[in-house]
């Protein structure tokens, strides 16, 4: 069993900064592949990042790529989500999530444990 805790959402201006936390407690993190996923009012849950157990390798989804950056430190149990440039449309509800794999995960369903969420809200 894995217990994930997001946090870090908050109301910004469209052009600043972000940094999503979310720490993992429970079993062994490294063991894990993460992710992070986010669903806007009316719409489905979609990926955002993700990130393999070592951290070696990343992958993120096209309307994020180049803006947004997914890390872990794996000794505080922890994945982050830095986000830049934010514009309107990222505002979501983001989740991270869990996956016990050793590559890259983009798709909801292989993941086994999921946050809270935290909500990110950004104004033009």
């Known amino acids: 069993q894995v217990q994930l805790v997001d946090s870090g959402g908050r109301w910004v201006q469209a052009g600043d900064s972000l940094r999503l936390s979310c720490a993992a407690s429970g079993r062994t993190f490294s063991s894990y592949a993460m992710g992070w996923f986010r669903q806007a009012p009316g719409k489905e849950r979609e990926f955002v990042a993700a990130i393999t157990r070592s951290g070696n390798w990343t992958y993120y989804a096209d309307s994020v790529k180049g803006r947004f950056s997914i890390s872990r430190d794996n000794a505080k149990n922890t994945v982050y989500l830095q986000m830049n440039s934010l514009k309107p449309e990222d505002t979501a509800l983001y989740y991270c999530?869990?996956?016990?794999?050793?590559?890259?995960?983009?798709?909801?369903?292989?993941?086994?444990?999921w946050g809270q969420g935290t909500q990110v809200t950004v104004s033009s």
């Open positions: 999530a869990a996956a016990l794999s050793s590559g890259i995960v983009s798709g909801a369903p292989q993941y086994d444990y």
